[in-house]
């Protein structure tokens, strides 16, 4: 068993080493751009505008009072920033000035270790809980990162990947509620409520969305008692506060900017301004059905950028509370994500905004083929494990496409396809 351990923290020792290696040095695209801007203030400046940032210069910023902001959520850029001018302070303080060190410092903290701690999340479960084997459960949580869209956006600073590491903590306390519980339903309802609000920190859009797929089985857990509902309040309270402070201090509402665009985007010079719609910005509008396709299986597809989550549908227990609840919260995602955001998450290899999806569906799929008894189903996952990392690679080699593919007479936005005929089939014209 020691010499077993010693395997599991080298692989991820490795695991670890690698992904911080990949970390790029500067922002690549406007959404991180955005991000750094506030950071950088907070660190450089203490305060919530980016003026006099280097920053500056993205698109992907708001308008308010005469000054500019990150569209990213307040109080994890200022929980950001602080954190990092205070690590600088005690190790070198001439790294403050420094962009490059503060771009890196803040996508270990926001993407690397996120990852790594889902890795190490995934290989506990496995191992523990579900008697996979010590080597399958370490070999399925390291390759994890490496099939799925986590490896083209590990090199970017990101909200999506530290949602995604809450999100799979709410799944652990739905499937695996009794060790919380051994020490009083205080304790889990307070977690849960922590969880919660960290995802609200995060990701305004996604913890709504969280919040309605957590109805049932919230119901089915605490139908007997209200005090739980309370206790989840009081572990909300906290950040929830903070977050809403700090967009008060931003913006002078409660509510994320996001919500009033002409307001806070629609500025001169914005690429919003006199758009009398934001939905039709940088795409086409397909229908409604198209666009769900699209999400699913199409242009930015889940199940097609990683055919590997297929087999979520497979697990046998349907009725078990957490997978329902990744079943709600998968449906309602790619609803309310195409309804309201047409762009698929700007221009990205897929669909950057339903990452925080992926670690609850890949556990489901990891679980239902480790029950199976088929071979011919555990060659098919073999399969798509392989053609999954083939994917990611493609989006890890070029995450931030701005291509648009000739394919018809109709421009079609389609990442994929993109970097698949500009690494190697280079048969399809597009715009330079």
């Not at 695991?15 to 751009?33: G, M, T, W, Y």
């Not at 669909?351 to 008894?373: C, D, E, G, H, Q």
């Amino acid at each position: 068993m020691k010499l077993s351990y010693l395997v599991v923290t080298l692989l991820f020792t490795i695991q670890l080493i690698f992904l911080f290696s990949v970390v790029k040095d500067r922002a690549e695209s406007p959404n991180d751009l955005s991000f750094m801007a506030g950071v950088v203030s907070w660190e450089r400046f203490n305060r919530p505008n980016i003026d006099g940032t280097p920053q500056i210069s993205t698109r992907d910023k708001a308008f308010y009072n005469g000054k500019f902001y990150s569209s990213k959520p307040q109080f994890l850029l200022f929980a950001m920033g602080k954190s990092i001018n205070i690590v600088f302070n005690l190790v070198k303080r001439e790294l403050l000035q420094n962009d490059i060190p503060i771009y890196k410092t803040a996508t270990y903290l926001t993407s690397t270790i996120p990852i790594v701690l889902i890795c190490i999340i995934l290989f506990i479960l496995f191992n523990t809980n579900y008697k996979i084997g010590i080597y399958k459960s370490l070999l399925l949580s390291t390759i994890f990162p490496i099939a799925t869209l986590f490896l083209a956006y590990s090199q970017y600073l990101n909200t999506h990947t530290l949602t995604a590491l809450f999100t799979f903590l709410i799944l652990v306390l739905i499937v695996n509620p009794k060790p919380f519980q051994r020490r009083g339903i205080l304790l889990y309802s307070l977690l849960l409520g922590f969880f919660l609000s960290a995802l609200l920190v995060c990701e305004p859009s996604f913890f709504l969305l969280s919040c309605l797929s957590l109805i049932f089985p919230l119901y089915k857990l605490f139908r007997k008692s209200y005090r739980p509902y309370l206790y989840i309040f009081f572990g909300f309270i906290p950040l929830a506060l903070l977050h809403f402070y700090f967009n008060y201090l931003s913006f002078g509402v409660l509510y994320p900017p996001q919500m009033n665009m002409a307001r806070y985007f629609g500025y001169p010079g914005s690429h919003l301004y006199n758009i009398t719609n934001p939905l039709d910005i940088n795409v086409y509008r397909p229908h409604f059905i198209i666009l769900l396709f699209n999400n699913l299986l199409g242009t930015h597809g889940l199940f097609l950028y990683m055919p590997v989550l297929l087999f979520f549908f497979l697990h046998k227990k349907k009725t078990g509370l957490g997978w329902i609840f990744t079943l709600s919260v998968l449906i309602i995602s790619i609803v309310a994500y195409s309804v309201t955001s047409p762009n698929f998450g700007g221009w990205s290899y897929g669909n950057r905004r339903l990452i925080p999806l992926i670690p609850l569906l890949f556990y489901y799929a990891v679980l239902a083929v480790s029950k199976t008894k088929s071979k011919l189903l555990k060659i098919l996952f073999i399969v798509l494990i392989f053609v999954s990392i083939f994917f990611s690679y493609l989006g890890f080699k070029n995450t931030w496409f701005n291509k648009k593919i000739h394919i018809t007479r109709d421009f079609s936005y389609f990442p994929l396809l993109y970097n698949l005929n500009k690494d190697y089939f280079k048969i399809f014209s597009y715009d330079p």
